[in-house]
């Protein structure tokens, strides 16, 4: 187990090439312990993530969705499919009744 600052400064730099694995899952248990620590040790990651590995990237966007970070795996699904994709990456929320909540309530 590394310290946060640790963490946060490999997170912040070019140390995820080194062990991304390990860094990975070192960010999934401080999200665990401490979920607001977690979500700004998320946001630096994702801040960074273009040094993570492809095959890493999707364990990056659990956790940013464990952190409830639910836009920045929309942001990152654009850039993925690429602007002139025609996906519809808007998301429906709806209530446990079953209405649907405005786009302006969310």
């Not at 990056?60 to 990456?89: M, Q, R, W």
């Amino acid at each position: 187990m590394i310290s946060t600052g640790v963490l946060r400064e490999k997170l912040s730099t070019a140390g995820w090439a080194d062990s991304p694995f390990e860094l990975l899952a070192e960010l999934s248990s401080v999200v665990f312990r401490d979920p607001d620590v977690g979500r700004e040790l998320t946001i630096r990651a994702l801040d960074s993530r273009e040094l993570l590995a492809d095959q890493y990237r999707p364990i990056l966007d659990e956790i940013t969705a464990n952190t409830g970070l639910h836009p920045y795996i929309v942001e990152n699904l654009k850039g993925f499919l690429g602007s002139s994709s025609k996906c519809n990456t808007s998301l429906k929320v709806e209530c446990c009744d079953g209405n649907e909540i405005p786009a302006s309530e969310q």
